[in-house]
């Protein structure tokens, strides 16, 4: 945990003075009845999936009986992440890792998760790892039209959302299976087309991406730029220095809102 906590320090001694960096402009929030109505209507168009809570608790993904202390973790992570996106008027958020194994996409997943629990909020969950697709296996989830399909044009996006019935405020958008050319793929006008699909017509909600390793390939520096903000998870005796040093010089230009020490043996103070 030191090595992170050292590595993030020089990250901050060698970057300018901490000024965040401007996304794009989002669409105007609608009315708060208006934006409930929007999210009715994407929960109806998604389809519905049943999921196991034995598949969830092995998986370790958040249920109504995951232990408290890690529902409180999620909890805390989501409070954090909420208020400094809600600071910038962030709608967007990718969740990146310097190298494979890290944890993103578990942390993904449970974010969503927490987020959905909240009565305030609604979380679509997108997952543009297409080389190395994790959602649908965390979720349990059979998948006949997914993510990969609606970027090569052989279906719309209501055919790719499913809400798992566990989760009412929870939509998902999967990968069905591994794409070869993926970096191809999500510079497409069709990669386009999904994003700026998803900014319009689900305002109301936050939508994260499960992004590839920063380190491993070009994927997630073609995203970056339209989406707000990212969320960087890196893993106690695994994640390197050098890997820290070097994705934040990658995603330079992007804003990060925090970073999660995955694994960490530290142990959380008593109440």
Same mark, same amino acid.
């Given at each position: 945990?030191? &090595?992170?906590?050292?590595?993030?320090? *020089?990250?901050?001694?060698?970057?300018?003075?901490?000024?965040?960096?401007?996304?794009?402009?989002?669409?105007?929030?609608?009315?708060?009845?208006?934006?409930?109505?929007? %999210?009715?209507?994407?929960?109806?168009? %998604?389809?519905?999936?049943?999921?196991?809570?034995?598949?969830?608790?092995?998986?370790?993904?958040?249920?109504?009986? =995951?232990?408290?202390?890690? +529902? +409180?973790?999620?909890?805390?992570?989501? /409070?954090?992440?909420?208020? +400094?996106?809600?600071?910038?008027?962030?709608?967007?958020?990718?969740?990146?890792?310097?190298?494979?194994?890290?944890?993103?996409?578990?942390?993904? @997943?449970?974010?969503?998760?927490?987020?959905?629990?909240?009565?305030?909020?609604?979380? *679509?969950?997108?997952?543009?790892?297409? &080389?190395?697709? /994790? *959602?649908?296996?965390?979720?349990?989830?059979?998948?006949?039209?997914?993510?990969?399909?609606?970027?090569?044009?052989?279906?719309?996006?209501?055919?790719?959302?499913? +809400?798992?019935?566990?989760?009412?405020?929870?939509?998902?958008?999967?990968? &069905?299976?591994?794409?070869?050319?993926?970096?191809?793929?999500?510079? =497409?006008?069709?990669?386009?087309?999904?994003?700026?699909?998803?900014?319009?017509?689900? %305002?109301?909600?936050?939508? *994260?991406?499960?992004?590839?390793?920063?380190?491993?390939?070009?994927? @997630?520096?073609?995203?970056?730029?339209?989406?707000?903000?990212?969320?960087?998870?890196?893993?106690?005796?695994?994640?390197?220095?050098?890997?820290?040093? &070097? /994705?934040?010089?990658?995603?330079?230009?992007?804003?990060?809102?925090?970073?999660?020490?995955?694994?960490?043996?530290?142990?959380?103070?008593?109440?």
């Amino acid at each position: 945990m030191e &090595r992170i906590k050292k590595a993030l320090e *020089l990250a901050k001694l060698q970057q300018p003075h901490p000024t965040p960096v401007v996304a794009p402009m989002l669409q105007p929030r609608v009315s708060s009845a208006a934006s409930t109505s929007s %999210a009715s209507s994407t929960q109806q168009q %998604a389809r519905p999936i049943q999921l196991s809570d034995e598949h969830l608790e092995k998986h370790r993904l958040l249920h109504e009986g =995951s232990a408290p202390d890690t +529902r +409180r973790a999620y909890k805390m992570l989501r /409070t954090q992440v909420l208020q +400094r996106m809600r600071g910038h008027g962030f709608q967007s958020l990718a969740i990146v890792s310097p190298a494979a194994a890290d944890g993103k996409s578990l942390t993904a @997943a449970n974010l969503a998760i927490s987020i959905a629990q909240d009565p305030n909020h609604t979380a *679509l969950l997108v997952d543009l790892d297409l &080389r190395r697709p /994790t *959602l649908h296996k965390l979720f349990g989830m059979s998948v006949e039209r997914g993510v990969d399909d609606y970027l090569r044009g052989d279906c719309a996006l209501a055919d790719v959302l499913y +809400r798992p019935q566990q989760f009412e405020r929870l939509v998902l958008l999967p990968v &069905r299976a591994p794409v070869e050319h993926s970096s191809e793929l999500l510079a =497409s006008v069709r990669a386009r087309e999904l994003k700026a699909e998803i900014r319009g017509r689900y %305002a109301d909600r936050i939508v *994260l991406y499960d992004l590839p390793p920063v380190l491993i390939s070009d994927d @997630a520096l073609t995203v970056m730029p339209s989406v707000d903000c990212a969320l960087l998870v890196a893993t106690e005796g695994h994640t390197r220095r050098d890997e820290l040093m &070097r /994705t934040l010089e990658v995603l330079h230009s992007s804003t990060i809102v925090g970073t999660v020490l995955n694994r960490s043996t530290e142990q959380p103070g008593a109440y």
